[in-house]
């Protein structure tokens, strides 16, 4: 068995963590220093913006954003996920995954292009110019929309947005919640009920909403990962009329397309971001250990420090072959949903309690917000909640077990 890279993705992943180390840690005390912009769009309305408004993401001023996705760009990196049928370079979720490890490495993040996985293959050919394009070049951002107030955990169960057809239209009503880039988006990915008897077993649609549509609007929803600038949404949909040419796949296959993005996008892809934050957080206290003196020695050399530090080391080793092992096997075409429910939950739960450790060898200057520590914490807690909270994901690998869907005998 051989669980090395194979070269070509070696190479890829060694030279974006040059890029990252060059072009990315040197940004971060600007981009963790400058008081972020402030927005005043309160109630419903847009804040506006669009493409530009996306990408002056965090505080760095957006031609440093613009500088650092042209050299993504020209570094064959921005589109190397993408399929080669939309132009991009055809790495998998293998390649994905190993090259979001390295730019998760750092708080400013390198621009990937964000192309929404359940586009691929579920898309007519005018959507595929209109939306996925777009996003391949950089030109549009997106947004999915599942969660509503009354239906987190349980989407399709409780989900209340209704799409009711009218003519060859489809007439949308309904709030969701948490949107995360709903009001900076291009366009959004809606799922509404179409079969109020089948709901997630065939009665849920995906609608492509178009920021411009009437009858859409938004409300800012302030989360402590994002702080100054909100970047989750209420989205209120009262009465859009959406054109059958804007429904993704087939009617009723809504549920379905979004556990595809789910799958890929919130849940392997989580355990990517937790290992670059990890493992660059261990670096960064391995050499503050070593240099930080305490009662006349580094406190390297206390035990109290070194069994946290190989804590952390365990969970990131562990991560990763789970997480290597889980994109090959999906890039074989297997079934791997459970699996990436497993990643999302050690991504959040181990995740979580290493960089409370990290936090805690850095004493009072890891609370400090001029560190990227205490930012990572939050993103860290937070995985143990967004994409389907750690009880959900251990309910769906209880049920893989119970039913026999999933082997453990290696
Ligand atoms: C920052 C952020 C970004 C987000 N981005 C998006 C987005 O882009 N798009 C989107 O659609 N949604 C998004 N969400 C929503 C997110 O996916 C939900 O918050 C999450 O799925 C949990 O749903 P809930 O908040 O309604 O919790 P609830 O479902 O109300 O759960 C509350 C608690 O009960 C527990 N619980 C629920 N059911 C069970 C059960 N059967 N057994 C045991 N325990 C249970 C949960 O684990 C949790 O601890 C985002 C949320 C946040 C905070």
């Not at 060859?168 to 509404?192: E, N, P, R």
């Not at 699996?339 to 004493?363: L, P, V």
């Amino acid at each position: 068995m051989d669980f090395r890279l194979d070269d070509t993705l070696e190479a890829m992943k060694l030279n974006v963590r040059n890029i990252v180390k060059n072009e990315c840690l040197p940004l971060e005390k600007q981009y963790l220093s400058t008081p972020p912009e402030t927005y005043s769009y309160g109630g419903h309305e847009l804040p506006g913006g669009l493409a530009e408004e996306r990408l002056s993401f965090g505080n760095l001023p957006l031609d440093q954003w613009k500088r650092l996705e042209k050299i993504s760009k020209e570094a064959g990196i921005f589109t190397m996920h993408v399929p080669e049928e939309y132009g991009g370079g055809g790495t998998g979720a293998l390649g994905h995954i190993v090259v979001d490890e390295e730019v998760r490495r750092s708080i400013v993040g390198l621009p990937i292009a964000e192309v929404p996985v359940m586009m691929y293959g579920s898309s007519t050919q005018e959507q595929v110019d209109r939306y996925i394009l777009p996003c391949v070049r950089g030109e549009k951002g997106y947004a999915f929309a599942q969660t509503e107030p009354q239906a987190g955990s349980d989407p399709g169960g409780m989900m209340q947005t209704r799409a009711i057809s009218d003519g060859s239209d489809w007439i949308l009503d309904g709030t969701k919640m948490f949107c995360t880039g709903g009001g900076t988006a291009d366009f959004l990915l809606v799922q509404a009920v179409t079969d109020t008897n089948k709901r997630q077993h065939g009665g849920v649609t995906m609608f492509i909403v178009d920021k411009n549509m009437s009858g859409l609007s938004f409300a800012p929803i302030q989360t402590w990962i994002y702080p100054g600038k909100a970047h989750q949404y209420f989205v209120y949909l009262d009465g859009v009329r959406i054109p059958k040419e804007n429904i993704l796949g087939d009617i009723g296959q809504g549920f379905l397309l979004g556990q595809k993005w789910l799958v890929h996008q919130d849940r392997l892809l989580r355990g990517s971001m937790a290992l670059g934050i990890m493992t660059r957080a261990l670096e960064m206290a391995v050499d503050w250990a070593k240099t930080r003196i305490t009662f006349g020695k580094p406190i390297a050399e206390r035990q109290a420090i070194q069994w946290m530090l190989t804590d952390v080391y365990v969970d990131i080793m562990a991560l990763r072959d789970m997480t290597r092992h889980t994109a090959w096997r999906a890039d074989r075409g297997e079934d791997v949903r459970v699996e990436c429910s497993m990643i999302k939950y050690c991504a959040g739960e181990w995740g979580w309690r290493s960089i409370d450790k990290i936090m805690q060898i850095f004493g009072g200057l890891g609370e400090t917000m001029d560190m990227p520590i205490p930012h990572w914490y939050h993103s860290l807690r937070h995985a143990r909640v967004g994409g389907g909270t750690s009880e959900i994901h251990k309910f769906v690998m209880a049920r893989g077990l119970l039913q026999g869907r999933i082997a453990w005998e290696g």
